[in-house]
Nanobody
Framework: QVQLLESGGGLVQAGGSLRLSCAAS????????LGWFRQPPGKEREFVAT????????SYADSVKGRFTISRDNAKNTAYLQMNTLTPEDTAVYYC?????????????????WGQGTQVTVSS
């Protein structure tokens, strides 16, 4: 069993940056692919970014490509999402997820473990 805890959300002005963290506990996630998803107000949860177990392969949603960077530190059992040039459209609850496979996925149904989410609000 893996427990995930996100942190780093908050209120930021458009054009600003935030760095989200996702700390894992319970067991190591070194062999798991990780993902970040978000759920804007009144909308379904959507894919943001994913990274494979050894950080070689990443994939991003078109809406965040070039602005967001996913990374992980397996020694610290922690994943990160660096978010730059934020816009009000990035306002959402951001979730960290892990899947018991080393292969990345953009599908939320492929993930086995989820954090409770952290709110990101971008003001115009």
């Amino acid at each position: 069993q893996v427990q995930l805890l996100e942190s780093g959300g908050g209120l930021v002005q458009a054009g600003g940056s935030l760095r989200l963290s996702c700390a894992a506990s319970g067991r190591t996630f070194v062999n798991y692919a990780l993902g970040w998803f978000r759920q804007p107000p009144g909308k379904e949860r959507e894919f943001v970014a994913t990274i494979n177990y050894n950080r070689v392969i990443t994939s991003y949603a078109d809406s965040v490509k070039g602005r967001f960077t996913i990374s992980r530190d397996n020694a610290k059992n922690t994943a990160y999402l660096q978010m730059n040039t934020l816009t009000p459209e990035d306002t959402a609850v951001y979730y960290c997820a892990a899947r018991t496979s080393s292969i990345i996925s953009r599908n939320r149904s492929d993930y086995n473990y989820w954090g409770q989410g952290t709110q990101v609000t971008v003001s115009s």
